[in-house]
Protein backbone atom coordinates (compact mmCIF):
# COMPACT_ATOMS: atom_id res chain seq x y z
CA UNK A 1 0.00 0.00 0.00
CA UNK A 2 0.99 3.43 -0.88
CA UNK A 3 2.17 5.52 1.88
CA UNK A 4 1.17 9.10 1.60
CA UNK A 5 0.74 12.43 3.59
CA UNK A 6 -2.23 15.43 3.13
CA UNK A 7 -0.19 18.62 3.75
CA UNK A 8 -1.97 21.81 3.88
CA UNK A 9 -1.25 24.22 1.57
CA UNK A 10 -0.02 27.75 2.79
CA UNK A 11 -1.28 30.24 0.63
CA UNK A 12 -4.97 28.54 0.41
CA UNK A 13 -4.78 26.59 4.06
CA UNK A 14 -8.24 25.12 2.74
CA UNK A 15 -7.19 23.53 -0.24
CA UNK A 16 -4.32 20.13 0.09
CA UNK A 17 -1.91 18.51 -1.58
CA UNK A 18 -1.04 14.58 -1.01
CA UNK A 19 2.94 13.73 -0.83
CA UNK A 20 3.64 10.07 -1.76
CA UNK A 21 6.40 9.20 0.49
CA UNK A 22 8.23 6.56 -1.51
CA UNK A 23 8.55 8.25 -4.35
CA UNK A 24 8.52 12.10 -3.23
CA UNK A 25 6.07 13.31 -5.20
CA UNK A 26 3.49 15.88 -4.65
CA UNK A 27 -0.01 15.76 -6.08
CA UNK A 28 -3.17 18.06 -5.99
CA UNK A 29 -5.73 16.48 -4.01
CA UNK A 30 -9.42 17.03 -4.06
CA UNK A 31 -10.64 15.90 -0.10
CA UNK A 32 -10.52 18.87 1.58
CA UNK A 33 -11.61 17.69 5.39
CA UNK A 34 -9.00 15.33 6.12
CA UNK A 35 -6.14 16.51 9.03
CA UNK A 36 -2.84 17.45 7.70
CA UNK A 37 0.23 16.39 8.99
CA UNK A 38 2.14 19.25 7.39
CA UNK A 39 2.19 22.39 5.29
CA UNK A 40 3.15 22.99 1.63
CA UNK A 41 4.32 25.83 -0.42
CA UNK A 42 5.48 26.34 -3.94
CA UNK A 43 8.12 28.86 -3.90
CA UNK A 44 9.63 30.34 -7.45
CA UNK A 45 8.05 27.19 -9.36
CA UNK A 46 9.96 24.74 -6.80
CA UNK A 47 7.69 22.46 -4.26
CA UNK A 48 8.78 22.63 -0.21
CA UNK A 49 6.87 20.80 2.74
CA UNK A 50 7.37 20.50 6.13
CA UNK A 51 5.82 17.11 7.26
CA UNK A 52 5.39 14.57 9.94
CA UNK A 53 6.02 11.14 9.50
CA UNK A 54 7.15 8.54 12.09
CA UNK A 55 7.70 10.95 14.79
CA UNK A 56 9.92 13.07 12.89
CA UNK A 57 9.80 16.16 11.12
CA UNK A 58 11.04 16.57 7.15
CA UNK A 59 11.85 19.25 4.58
CA UNK A 60 11.17 18.13 1.38
CA UNK A 61 12.44 20.40 -1.46
CA UNK A 62 10.81 18.77 -4.78
CA UNK A 63 11.81 14.97 -4.23
CA UNK A 64 14.79 15.92 -2.46
CA UNK A 65 14.23 15.35 1.81
CA UNK A 66 15.83 16.08 4.88
CA UNK A 67 15.47 15.32 8.58
CA UNK A 68 15.26 18.35 10.76
CA UNK A 69 16.96 17.19 13.28
CA UNK A 70 20.47 18.19 12.56
CA UNK A 71 19.18 20.56 9.69
CA UNK A 72 20.04 23.89 11.14
CA UNK A 73 23.68 24.47 9.98
CA UNK A 74 22.80 23.28 6.77
CA UNK A 75 20.25 26.08 6.03
CA UNK A 76 21.17 29.28 5.06
CA UNK A 77 18.82 32.38 4.60
CA UNK A 78 20.06 36.02 3.40
CA UNK A 79 18.63 38.15 1.39
CA UNK A 80 20.16 40.74 -0.87
CA UNK A 81 18.95 44.26 -0.53
CA UNK A 82 20.01 45.71 -2.94
CA UNK A 83 18.64 43.19 -5.80
CA UNK A 84 15.53 42.71 -3.57
CA UNK A 85 16.13 38.88 -3.54
CA UNK A 86 16.32 35.91 -1.02
CA UNK A 87 18.41 33.62 -1.38
CA UNK A 88 17.46 29.71 0.52
CA UNK A 89 20.37 26.93 0.23
CA UNK A 90 20.94 23.63 1.98
CA UNK A 91 24.02 21.76 1.56
CA UNK A 92 24.20 22.15 -2.61
CA UNK A 93 21.03 23.07 -3.30
CA UNK A 94 20.16 26.72 -3.34
CA UNK A 95 17.41 28.87 -5.19
CA UNK A 96 16.87 32.83 -5.46
CA UNK A 97 13.47 34.13 -5.39
CA UNK A 98 11.77 37.78 -5.41
CA UNK A 99 12.47 38.86 -1.47
CA UNK A 100 8.55 39.29 0.05
CA UNK A 101 9.31 42.60 1.33
CA UNK A 102 9.90 43.83 -2.62
CA UNK A 103 7.18 46.89 -3.12
CA UNK A 104 6.20 47.20 0.34
CA UNK A 105 6.42 50.56 0.97
CA UNK A 106 7.11 50.79 5.02
CA UNK A 107 9.69 48.09 4.87
CA UNK A 108 12.67 48.87 6.77
CA UNK A 109 15.70 46.78 6.31
CA UNK A 110 17.21 48.54 9.77
CA UNK A 111 13.74 47.08 11.87
CA UNK A 112 13.51 43.68 12.89
CA UNK A 113 12.72 41.43 9.80
CA UNK A 114 8.91 39.04 9.78
CA UNK A 115 11.17 36.66 7.50
CA UNK A 116 9.33 33.37 9.09
CA UNK A 117 6.11 35.21 9.08
CA UNK A 118 5.99 36.59 5.47
CA UNK A 119 8.18 34.06 3.54
CA UNK A 120 8.02 30.29 4.15
CA UNK A 121 11.59 29.41 3.55
CA UNK A 122 12.57 32.01 6.31
CA UNK A 123 9.86 29.98 8.13
CA UNK A 124 12.07 26.54 7.49
CA UNK A 125 15.19 28.17 8.29
CA UNK A 126 13.58 29.88 11.76
CA UNK A 127 12.59 26.15 12.30
CA UNK A 128 15.60 24.29 11.65
CA UNK A 129 17.14 26.52 14.87
CA UNK A 130 14.21 25.48 17.12
CA UNK A 131 14.33 21.73 18.26
CA UNK A 132 11.18 23.04 20.64
CA UNK A 133 8.83 24.16 17.77
CA UNK A 134 10.04 20.89 16.06
CA UNK A 135 9.03 18.40 18.93
CA UNK A 136 5.51 20.42 19.42
CA UNK A 137 5.01 20.48 14.78
CA UNK A 138 5.53 16.69 15.13
CA UNK A 139 3.24 15.94 19.04
CA UNK A 140 0.81 18.39 16.80
CA UNK A 141 0.59 16.44 13.50
CA UNK A 142 1.45 13.21 14.60
CA UNK A 143 -1.56 13.05 17.60
CA UNK A 144 -4.02 14.64 15.02
CA UNK A 145 -4.30 12.78 12.23
CA UNK A 146 -3.71 9.09 10.28
CA UNK A 147 -1.64 8.50 7.20
CA UNK A 148 -3.64 6.99 4.73
Not at 97 to 123: C, K, S
Request: aromatic share 14%; net charge negative; with cysteine.
Amino acid sequence: MKKTIVLRTVIHPQKTVVLDTEQGKFAIHAVEDQVAKGNYAVVNGDEFSVFSMDKQLYFQWNTKRWNFRGLGDKVEYRHDFQNGITIFSIEDTMIEYPAWWVGDPIFDPNLPERDEEEDFLGYVAYLAGDGNLQQRLIQSWDCNSKEE
